[in-house]
């Protein structure tokens, strides 16, 4: 099952937090929830998901985020 949230790449070097039930960049009180890192977005993305086992799973979004960015997987 795919998680509704995921941290994601932009055009400007910055990881955003996809919301895959709308198709659009999540937008917090008129903000949209851009982070210089991988890491941060992928804890916020999983933290959104209510995952009780965050630092596990934030570390396997990270590594999927970044290998995604490089072009290694998909």
């Known amino acids: 099952m795919?998680?509704?949230?995921?941290a994601m790449p932009n055009p400007s070097c910055r990881f955003e937090i996809w919301d895959n039930e709308?198709?659009?960049p999540v937008v917090?009180?008129?903000r949209l929830l851009?982070?210089?890192s991988a890491k941060s977005?992928?804890?916020i993305a999983d933290f959104l998901n209510g995952s009780s086992s965050h630092r596990?799973?934030?570390g396997a979004a990270e590594?999927?985020?970044a290998a995604r960015d490089v072009g290694w997987g998909g």
């Not at 795919?2 to 995921?6: G, L, P, V």
């Open 63 to 65: 590594w999927r985020v």
């Open 56 to 58: 596990r799973r934030a």
């Open 41 to 43: 977005a992928a804890r």
């Open 28 to 30: 917090h009180h008129d």
């Open 2 to 6: 795919k998680n509704r949230f995921e």
């Open 22 to 24: 709308t198709g659009e």
């Open 34 to 36: 851009t982070f210089a």
